[in-house]
């Protein structure tokens, strides 16, 4: 809980089963918004978690877990710095918040935290398995991110 950002809207989510939050700084010539920072994060992602998540895909569908579409299809709520994306199952529940920080002398934090909640034991073991995948690849596009030199394409 204390890494999340007071006004944000994913301790609406809470208490949940499991929870993490990351964050990086990045240099931006201006703000950027929820839907950037979702893009930026989601939907540029590298060809090796693509195939983690085809491969993902392939292993938990005979299981009966939701593969059709991505998570940050499913919009759950939304303010002017930030966006909860959300994908009940019958397994479990997930919820992911993009929250854009306080511009300020063109430094802007972004973060991204995950909520679980558990609706039965397949939905236990299968968040066990992935977990330390999620891990990875959240740190992974955090890292990526403030990786790169600048944004400034408002």
């Known amino acids: ?16 089963d499991y929870m993490d939050s990351y964050s990086c700084v990045i240099t931006s010539k201006q703000a950027i918004a929820p839907e950037e920072f979702h893009n930026l994060a989601f939907n540029q992602l590298p060809e090796w978690i693509d195939w983690l998540m085809r491969l993902r895909n392939a292993i938990v569908k005979p299981l009966g ?3 059709e579409g991505k998570f940050t299809d499913m919009l759950s709520d939304k303010n002017a710095h930030e966006e909860i994306f959300g994908m009940p199952d019958k397994h479990l529940n997930f ?7 306080e511009y300020k002398d063109e430094k802007q934090e972004l973060r991204i ?8 034991r397949l939905g236990r073991i299968y968040f066990f398995i992935i977990r330390p995948f999620h891990g990875i690849i959240i740190k992974s596009i955090l890292n990526h991110l403030s990786k790169e030199k600048e944004y400034g394409y408002h």
């Open 113 to 120: 935290t995950t909520v679980v909640k558990y609706n039965n």
């Open 65 to 67: 877990l939701n593969t």
């Open 1 to 16: 809980m204390k890494d999340i950002p007071a006004d944000s809207l994913i301790k609406n989510y809470l208490p949940a």
């Open 95 to 101: 919820h992911v918040s993009m929250w854009c920080g």
